[in-house]
């Protein structure tokens, strides 16, 4: 999670003097500070834990594409502004539930994290929520933009709520969340939105997978060869 | 001036903490009252500004003319018994 957020505030931050209007611009860009906050919070967290003496630094900028764990989503080139919309309404939705889980988590940091980033994360939902409303049920340019982006970005969601032996035994101590439980609410939440923008639901058909074991598109080795430049090429530096 | 092409303009008042005065901060653009708001506070609340927001179609402000300032505001210039000002301070009060 951590890295989803880091990954999808990347590909935020892209829209900086590039949105349709300058208020977007802020929108957009403020949705990409409040997930590197996040980012940092869950990395230096998972920096702790892993008792290595790791700081989020260190996690961000010194992993290579193989060690990264975010979703294949968030990693995705923004395309145009429907893209983005449909793949912030995708991820804000999960989040939102998702973090509404980890509320009642047994690991208190965990939840701590989850209370802050719920709110920023509910603001991001009905942004992108109104956006969708817009585009999908504006004009004929707007519907079929929206609707491609949906269809496009679907094989993609499959993997959010993929669970594997390690997070089982999480789940267990009630540390992780059941993600069954995640995955009904957020397909009850889409199908809602969907119909009201007036879009069609694609069908599951292929998902795509892999990012659990650090199996990646070629994009996200794009972004980490800006991302990680400075502290590659002048390692220890400072401001 | 050029046309504005970037949709409706809309006032923004924001209030700083609970019981404070609405003050004005800017304006945003936005196509309808939901995205005006949500505008809004993207644009102007950012660093802990407000705890409340107001927003109104620009059109829907009625302004004075700048012609007519002469007639508005020039009588108040010279009345000087409208201030409150001849009155002697009781000691301590403060909050006058």
């Known amino acids: 999670m951590g890295d989803d957020a880091l990954i999808h505030s990347y590909r935020l931050s892209e829209w900086c003097s590039n949105a349709p209007i300058l208020e977007e611009d802020l929108a957009l860009t403020n949705f990409s500070l409040d997930m590197i ?29 193989r060690q990264f764990y975010n979703h294949l989503i968030v990693e995705l080139p923004n395309g145009d502004f429907a893209h983005t919309i449909a793949r912030l309404l995708f991820t804000s939705v999960f989040e939102y539930y998702f973090f509404a889980e980890l509320l009642h988590s047994a690991d208190i940091t965990l ?30 340019e707007s519907h079929y933009r929206m609707q491609k982006a949906v269809n496009s970005l679907w094989m993609f969601t499959g993997e959010l709520f993929e669970t594997d032996e390690a997070t089982a035994v999480l789940e267990d101590k009630n540390i992780a969340v059941d993600m069954a439980v995640v995955k009904t609410k957020w397909k009850q939440e889409i199908e809602r939105v969907m119909k009201e923008s007036l879009l069609e639901v694609p069908e599951d058909e292929y998902m795509q997978t892999g990012s659990s074991n650090g199996i990646h598109t070629e994009h996200l080795g794009h972004i980490l060869s800006e991302m990680q430049y400075l502290q590659r090429a002048y390692p220890e530096a400072t401001w | 001036m050029a046309t504005d092409s970037q949709l409706a303009m809309w006032e923004v008042f924001i209030q700083s903490k ?76 403060k909050a006058i």
């Open chain 1, 111 to 140: 939840a701590a994290i989850a209370a802050k980033t719920i709110k920023e994360v509910k603001y991001h939902m009905t942004h992108a929520t109104d956006w969708a409303l817009r585009l999908g049920d504006g004009t004929e």
């Open chain 1, 37 to 65: 906050g996040r980012a940092q919070a869950l990395l230096t967290y998972a920096g702790q834990i892993d008792g290595k003496g790791k700081t989020d630094d260190d996690l961000a900028y010194r992993r290579g594409e």
């Open chain 2, 18 to 93: 609970p019981g404070a005065n609405y003050i004005h901060a800017g304006c945003v653009h936005a196509s309808d009252k939901k995205m005006a708001l949500q505008n809004a506070r993207d644009t102007y609340t950012r660093r802990g500004e407000g705890t409340s927001i107001w927003v109104v179609p620009t059109d829907a402000i009625v302004a004075s003319n700048p012609e007519d300032n002469d007639m508005f505001f020039d009588p108040a210039n010279d009345k000087v018994y409208r201030l409150p000002t001849f009155y002697v301070m009781p000691e301590g009060a």
